[in-house]
């Protein structure tokens, strides 16, 4: 059994500071075994947003998974962002920008899809997909293996009213085609701020295989799209998934767990459970 909660979009520069507070202790109470952060801990990539990031990373107080978003790099600073782009990131969250984390259930693929030719949009790189696939060889095959990576592999409707945000991360096809092989079990995502739950097969055709697509919110900034400021947590027990929905009131601050969604793993993927 594992239980881990899914973060992203924290934004710090750009936070509704009522709310950091309620998100540690809902995390407290949760007790993850790790807390994932899919990217855009900041707004700027200043060095001040990023000595507050840390500062949240390290009131988290349990184990944190991290990958980098398109706002950790510098946006402003043109030399910065090509030549050194993730200096702030690196010195004050860490250098690793593509982690791995492996125990005896799971195993957690950090893939950084940032591009520094582009404001928002990501990319993933071949020879990335080429190091992933040589890492997940080498594991236990019985491990549910989850990708984590700021952009997304599918789009809910929702962003249409956002259309520069209405992308998914370039070579995407080439990306899942080839960690659909490696039989990766789950994606996670950010960028969107929207939460959603899909799963492969909507936008990618592949005989035999549903990997499923979780986009977490953004959990603390008041750059909201739309909906509630929100962050998932998925409780991983063997073959059986749930993913709990936590979200916080638009004016409040405290979250609560607004929906549960089972899942078992077959043969054939991810088969959503009735209640
Ligand atoms: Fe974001
Ligand atoms: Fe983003």
Request: charge should be positive; hydrophobic fraction near 35%; charged fraction near 25%.
């Amino acid at each position: 059994m594992r239980k881990l909660i899914h973060l992203s979009d924290l934004h710090f520069g750009r936070i509704d500071k009522r709310r950091v507070q309620p998100l540690l202790d809902a995390i407290k109470n949760i007790k993850p075994d790790l807390v994932v952060i899919s990217g855009d801990l900041t707004q700027r990539a200043t060095k001040e947003e990023f000595m507050e990031a840390k500062k949240f990373i390290e009131d988290i107080k349990f184990p944190t998974f991290i990958v980098p978003g398109n706002h950790d790099i510098s946006l402003y600073n043109i030399f910065t962002r090509m030549f050194a782009p993730f200096r702030n990131y690196k010195k004050y969250i860490s250098n690793d920008l593509d982690p791995l984390y492996v125990d005896k259930e799971i195993a957690l693929i950090g893939i950084n899809s940032v591009n520094r030719f582009n404001l928002t949009s990501g990319r993933i790189s071949k020879k990335q997909i080429k190091e992933i696939g040589a890492h997940i060889k080498g594991l236990n095959p019985a491990l549910i293996k989850i990708a984590v990576c700021h952009h997304p592999f599918d789009i809910p409707p929702v962003t249409k009213e956002h259309p520069h945000i209405h992308k998914v991360v370039a070579r995407s096809k080439m990306a899942i085609k080839n960690l659909a092989q490696h039989k990766v079990d789950i994606f996670l995502s950010g960028h969107l701020h929207v939460h959603y739950i899909t799963d492969t097969t909507i936008r990618y055709k592949i005989k035999g295989y549903k990997g499923l697509l979780i986009q977490a919110g953004t959990a603390i900034s008041n750059r909201e799209r739309g909906e509630p400021v929100s962050f998932n947590v998925l409780n991983i027990d063997g073959n059986n998934l749930t993913i709990d929905h936590y979200a916080g009131n638009f004016t409040d601050s405290y979250f609560t767990n607004m929906q549960s969604e089972k899942f078992l793993h077959t043969g054939e993927g991810w088969v959503k459970q009735q209640k």
